[in-house]
C-alpha cells in the first residue's frame, strides 16, 4: 500500500508541475526526491531535492519540497 502511495504522489507531482521551465535533471532530481520523501528516506530525499533546487532555483514546488524535506532532517 505505502509503495502505491508513492507512485500515486510521483504521478500527482508530475500531473501538477508539468515540464514547463527548468532542465531534465532538475525535474529527474524532483521526482526522485519526492519518492524517497514519500517512502521515508529523507536524506537521500534532500540531497536530490538540493540538486534539483540548484539547478532550478525559481520554481515554487522544488522549494517548497526542499523546505519539508529540510524539517524532516
Not at 24 to 36: E, I, P, S, V
Not at 39 to 65: I, M, T
Request: proline share 1%; charged share 15%; hydrophobic share 40%.
Amino acid at each position: 500500500m505505502q509503495k502505491y502511495c508513492g507512485i500515486i504522489l510521483l504521478l500527482l507531482t508530475i500531473s501538477l508541475t508539468g515540464w514547463a521551465g527548468g532542465s531534465k535533471a532538475a525535474y529527474r532530481n524532483y521526482y526522485l526526491g519526492n519518492y524517497y520523501f514519500s517512502e521515508g528516506d529523507y536524506l537521500r530525499a534532500l540531497r536530490h531535492l538540493e540538486k534539483a533546487h540548484h539547478l532550478n532555483p525559481e520554481d515554487f514546488h522544488f522549494n517548497v519540497s526542499l523546505a519539508l524535506a529540510l524539517g524532516r532532517t
